[in-house]
């Protein structure tokens, strides 16, 4: 992988998935390996198995396709040679459309993008019907979920300025939340920024 690029301020920019990377996700199931791996830590086949309803042979398989494309990695001194342990590898990506793709490659693009989307949606829901007698601190998290939606006029311009500013501060307050699994009463947590054009909806 190249080194990110950085912007003016020194905070790293995401890789561009290449067409080959591309592939190593073009699987629904690995997005779903991959979107868990990222929130919940380290998990082996059989632990992962149990969470998408696969057998172990099929989520090590595809552990084994993920880890040749760099999205994750083994954990070194922990698991046996019968039962690996397994995690999301570092650093961001994206996975953007481009004039120069080929109808294959769009296509692929559109799907892994599509169920990345599908995994922040199911999450949404599960939360949204989150209650206390599913979970003791369920009521403590209340006030700690934002779902926020502003509708402005902008033009394209005004917006990568506005993204690469909320890029900056999102990297700053984060920053001191990574490595916290195992602190008490801490969960793992996603934090979502969308910003996009209302489109038509015969838009192309």
Do not use: C
């Not at 086949?45 to 999205?71: D, I, K, M």
């Not at 004039?99 to 799907?111: C, E, I, L, Q």
């Not at 501060?169 to 979502?192: C, M, N, Y």
């Amino acid at each position: 992988m190249s080194d990110p690029a950085r912007d003016e301020a020194g905070f790293s920019a995401p890789d561009a998935l290449t067409p080959e990377r591309l592939r190593g996700l073009s699987h629904p199931l690995r997005v779903r390996i991959l979107t868990i791996l990222q929130a919940r830590g380290a998990l082996t086949a059989t632990g992962l198995a149990r969470l998408v309803g696969e057998s172990s042979g099929s989520t090590s398989y595809h552990l084994r396709q993920l880890a040749r494309h760099g999205f994750v990695n083994e954990v070194e001194g922990r698991g046996t040679a019968r039962e690996r342990w397994w995690e999301a590898a570092r650093g961001g990506f994206t996975i953007s459309p481009d004039a120069a793709d080929d109808v294959g490659t769009a296509s692929a693009k559109n799907m892994v993008n599509a169920e990345f989307e599908r995994a922040r949606q199911e999450n949404i829901w599960r939360v949204l019907r989150w209650t206390p007698d599913q979970s003791a601190d369920a009521e403590e998290w209340r006030d700690a979920v934002t779902l926020r939606t502003s509708h402005l006029f902008a033009t394209p311009a005004q917006m990568r300025a506005l993204i690469a500013a909320v890029n900056r501060f999102i990297d700053e307050q984060t920053e001191g939340l990574r490595d916290q699994e195992g602190t008490p009463g801490a969960r793992p947590v996603e934090v979502h920024f969308n910003a996009l054009p209302v489109l038509e909806d015969d838009a192309r």
